[in-house]
Structures are given as structure tokens and as C-alpha cells.
């Protein structure tokens, strides 16, 4: 069974950046595509972007000047950097895959929360 | 990008109960089109993909039809577990977008 594991500070403060990581146990994060989803408090889920397991990105053009992902196959595990953060960007942050050629999320971390706040 | 709403925003059903969510895209998605569940506290789960299929190990009281952009999740008698706020997603190109959710309460 594929499991998805966030980790990261909970909090962060405004104008620094948010650092997350999503490691993959049950399965090889080869031929996957690997997500960011975002959900502030009480409100709906945001797409913020995939890294492939070859390295190549595609981001939410809404957070792409922002937005850097990596993903290291030899731990099993990649990344999110998200920079210049304000209250805005405090949010549930999951990872979760999706497939070639259909996309849908099958498998989802557990979610973290991180909160902008000085 | 594509945007994605869905109706109705929120729902009042009993136990037994037959359900129907409607979610529209404002240009076409195809079939890529997908439905998940979230219980509060919880990631979401992939309930129905492609539309119509139903994702393994989910009970086949659910079900999904539609194409192009207008398409509909159905619960064919509500259970308990059922009452939840479920999202619809296009996978057709990026940015991917989910609805606003629809939450099915008591």
C-alpha cells in the first residue's frame, strides 16, 4: 500500500519561505507524477503544481513565480519551496500522485498545516 | 483555466436517501473528470475517475456520468458515512481545478 508522509514547519514567518517534504513509502516514486494540493482553513483545494520523477515541473501559473519543487529518487521523496509567503498562503499542504496520462490523485499524504504568522 | 462549479453548495439528505451533485465546466474537459470525498480533519479520497469509473474499494452506490462539461455524481442510497463535502476535479490540462465542493450534511 502506497503512503504519502508530509513534514515541515508548522508555522512560518511572512516574506520567508516554506519548505515541505513528501516521503513515499510502499512504492517507487519512479513513473508517477508527484502533486502539491493546498487548502486554507474552511475553504476549497487548490492545485499548486507536479514534479515528475525525471525532475520536469508544471506549475499553477497563479503560484509559478513562487513555487519550486525537487524530487530526489534515491529517498524516495520530493519537495516543495514556496517563497515570499504571507497570511494568504496558510493552508492544509498535502502531496499525492497521480498518474500518466489520467491525473486523477489516487493516493494523498495525510495533510500538515502550516500557518504564516510572525 | 478551467473553472469548475458545482451544485449545490451544500445539501440536507436523510439515510437512505438518493443524492445527485452536479458539476460544470465552463469549456469542455473530455472525460477527465474526477470525484473525491473529505470528512473533515481528512485528506481527500478518490472516489470516481474518468468520469464514471469507481476507484477500487469504493462502494458501488457511488457512480459518476457526464462528459464534455456538464457531469454528475450519484449516491444511490445515502449511508451514514456518506455525510461528507465532495469535490469534482478536471484532470483535462493544467492548472488543475477542482469545485468549490458540495458538503451532503444530515
Known amino acids: 500500500q502506497v503512503q504519502l508522509q508530509e513534514s515541515g514547519p508548522g508555522l512560518v514567518k511572512p516574506s520567508e519561505t516554506l519548505s515541505l517534504t513528501c516521503a513515499v513509502s510502499g512504492g517507487f516514486i519512479s513513473n508517477f507524477y508527484w502533486n502539491w494540493i493546498r487548502q486554507p482553513p474552511g475553504k476549497g483545494l487548490e492545485w499548486i503544481g507536479y514534479i515528475y520523477y525525471t525532475g520536469r515541473t508544471n506549475y499553477n501559473p497563479s503560484l509559478k513565480s513562487r513555487v519550486t519543487m525537487s524530487v530526489d529518487t534515491s529517498k524516495n521523496q520530493f519537495s516543495l519551496k514556496l517563497t515570499s509567503v504571507t497570511a494568504a498562503d496558510t493552508a492544509v499542504y498535502y502531496c499525492?500522485?497521480?498518474?500518466?496520462?489520467?491525473?486523477?490523485?489516487?493516493?494523498w499524504g495525510q495533510g500538515i498545516l502550516v500557518t504564516v504568522s510572525s | 483555466d478551467i473553472q469548475m462549479t458545482q451544485s449545490p453548495s451544500s445539501l440536507s439528505a436523510s439515510v437512505g436517501d438518493r443524492v445527485t451533485i452536479t458539476c460544470r465546466a465552463n469549456q469542455t474537459t473530455s472525460t477527465y473528470l474526477n470525484w473525491y470525498q473529505q470528512n473533515p480533519g481528512k485528506a481527500p479520497k478518490l472516489l470516481i475517475y474518468?468520469?464514471?469509473i469507481l476507484q477500487r474499494g469504493v462502494p458501488s452506490r457511488f457512480s459518476g456520468s457526464g462528459s464534455g462539461t456538464d457531469f454528475t455524481l450519484s449516491i444511490s442510497s445515502l449511508q451514514p458515512e456518506d455525510f461528507a463535502t465532495y469535490y469534482c476535479?478536471?484532470?483535462?490540462?493544467?492548472?488543475?481545478?477542482f469545485g468549490q465542493g458540495t458538503k451532503v450534511e444530515i
Open positions: 499525492a500522485r497521480s498518474l500518466k496520462g489520467s491525473y486523477y490523485f489516487d493516493y
Open positions: 474518468a468520469a464514471s
Open positions: 476535479q478536471q484532470s483535462h490540462s493544467t492548472p488543475y481545478t
